[in-house]
């Protein structure tokens, strides 16, 4: 469960959206593009949300910038999991699978409550969902 959760975390997200930004087929490049700017947008708003609801966490760690809800790592395996899905096709049940590793990792290891994860698959799908919605808008964005 450590290593769902070290997947989970935002040094290994960015560090493969730029080994695939950079080494990937030109679907995958744009399918990190778009997961950029989804984890992007997504980040902001559970950051932003964990600073208002401030809930602590199960562990009983009250820090108002790391506060329990909504689960970080669930939304972002939750963003990815929806674009892979959408745009690689035979790999969508494998992003699928992580994700639910990763938000199973957080409840398991004592850092959320279920409905911290479950949350934060929500807002992630909805962000990515969002993003696959401006899809052209954002390819031809550069960077």
């Known amino acids: 469960m450590e290593t769902a959760t070290k997947i989970g975390e935002t040094k290994a997200g960015l560090i493969a959206l730029a080994f695939f930004g950079f080494f ?4 995958a490049q744009v399918t990190a593009k778009l997961a950029a700017v989804s984890l992007l947008g997504s980040g902001a708003i559970s950051q932003a949300t964990k600073w208002i609801v ?19 790592h669930a939304v972002g395996a939750a963003a990815v999991a929806v674009l892979v899905s959408k745009r690689h096709d035979r790999l969508g ?3 699928w699978a992580v994700a639910l590793w990763i938000g199973l990792s957080r ?8 409905t911290d994860v479950l949350s934060g698959y929500l807002l ?3 962000a990515s969902w969002l993003v696959l ?7 031809k964005l550069h960077f």
Request: hydrophobic share 25%; glycine share 12%.
């Open 107 to 114: 409840i398991y290891l004592g850092r959320h409550y279920p």
């Open 24 to 27: 990937g087929t030109p679907t």
């Open 133 to 139: 919605r401006g899809e052209r808008w954002f390819e």
């Open 124 to 126: 992630g799908a909805i």
């Open 93 to 95: 049940w494998f992003a």
């Open 54 to 72: 401030n809930r602590e966490r199960p562990d009983g760690d009250t820090n108002r910038r790391n506060s329990s809800f909504p689960s970080q």
